[in-house]
């Protein structure tokens, strides 16, 4: 467990120091309250308590949590337990403390056995923190990703597509968004099984992946519909590059189980207007573009500008 001491009076901060190093916790210091604020923002990632006087010149402490506070709640940081420490045992003192953001007040001096009670109950607060925060991420990624092929799927696929096309109105740069689907992929469940169909889709997507650049995006729309944003094209080779990925799908068959699965896709295709289009209008097109490919033979590309 990692925790910022802040006091001004040398003495108390390195006794407090001393004893916490004791009991096996990593220890950073500062002087005063802007010293404890710019800790916290140096340290805001893996920090697990702040232990923070009250009276000090300066920011005082109250000041101090308050700020630090306020930048947590900008920068939706999860909680962080703080502990007051001070002289003062009147009532209004600890209200006040409390109100500012803090979440324990110990007076000074401070007895070691209750110091070492409080941080007892610290790291259970931290530990659950830490819980808490990995649950989270793993929600948000099983929340964004599609379960099978592991990519953005249609929700977080439109979130990243109304994001990039911010990013081209502001940098008046070409985007080119893409649908595509398999072609007569019920016949491949008839024939090969279900499970051949997963592998073929999670086939199909890694051999997508391979050929895209760092900055571009797949995403699964549903069933065997995918979407791709790739951001900064150029626009004439709007076309050559879709007809890539069409042609990495079809070169060679998808092997499942020893068993060669030949599998195409048929590619719609268009290019952001800028202005008010909306990502409705431009899904819209390019679904339009597959369609006609669909229409049209299968195993293409149509583009649509
Ligand atoms: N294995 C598997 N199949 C899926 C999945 N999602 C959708 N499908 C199948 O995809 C098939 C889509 O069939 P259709 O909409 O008739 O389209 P198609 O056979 O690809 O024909 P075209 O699109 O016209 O070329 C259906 O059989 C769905 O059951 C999935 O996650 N796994």
Redesign the pocket.
């Known amino acids: 467990m990692k925790v910022l001491i802040v006091d001004d009076t040398n003495t108390d901060r390195l006794l407090l120091k001393l004893h916490l190093s004791k009991m096996g916790f990593s220890v950073i210091e500062a002087t005063d309250g802007q010293e404890a604020i710019n800790q916290f923002v140096l340290n805001a990632e893996d920090l697990d308590l702040i232990l923070i006087d009250v009276q000090m010149p300066n920011v005082n402490g109250i000041d101090a949590v308050k700020a630090i506070r306020d930048i947590q709640k900008q920068q939706k940081q999860e909680w962080l337990p703080v502990i007051f420490l001070s002289a003062s045992a009147e009532d209004e003192a600890i209200e006040e403390a409390i109100t500012a953001g803090g979440d324990d007040y110990l007076i000074k001096p401070i007895s070691q056995k209750i110091l070492a009670a409080k941080m007892l109950a610290m790291q259970r607060i931290a530990d659950m923190r830490r819980r808490l925060v990995e649950s989270n991420r793993l929600f948000e990624e099983m929340a964004s990703t599609d379960y099978?092929t592991d990519v953005a799927n249609r929700r977080s696929f439109e979130v990243l597509l109304t994001h990039e096309m911010s990013a081209s109105r502001r940098g008046l740069s070409c985007l080119a968004c893409g649908v595509f689907?398999?072609?007569?992929?019920?016949?491949?469940?008839?024939t090969f099984?279900?499970?051949?169909?997963?592998?073929?889709?999670i086939a199909v997507v890694e051999r997508i992946k391979h050929v895209l650049r760092q900055s571009d995006v797949i995403g699964r729309l549903?069933?065997?519909?995918f979407g791709i944003i790739l951001p900064n094209m150029d626009i004439n080779e709007v076309l050559v590059v879709f007809d890539r990925y069409r042609s990495a799908i079809e070169e060679s068959p998808i092997v499942h189980e020893n068993v060669e699965i030949p599998v195409t896709i048929?590619i719609g295709v268009t290019v952001f207007n800028g202005g008010n289009e909306t990502k409705e209008e431009l899904l819209k097109r390019a679904d339009e573009a597959l369609y006609e490919a669909?229409e049209t033979g299968?195993n293409k590309v149509v583009y649509r500008p």
Request: proline share 0%.
């Open positions: 099978l689907d398999l072609d007569k992929f019920k016949a491949v469940n008839d099984g279900h499970d051949a169909g997963d592998a073929v889709l549903g069933g065997e519909e048929s669909k299968r």
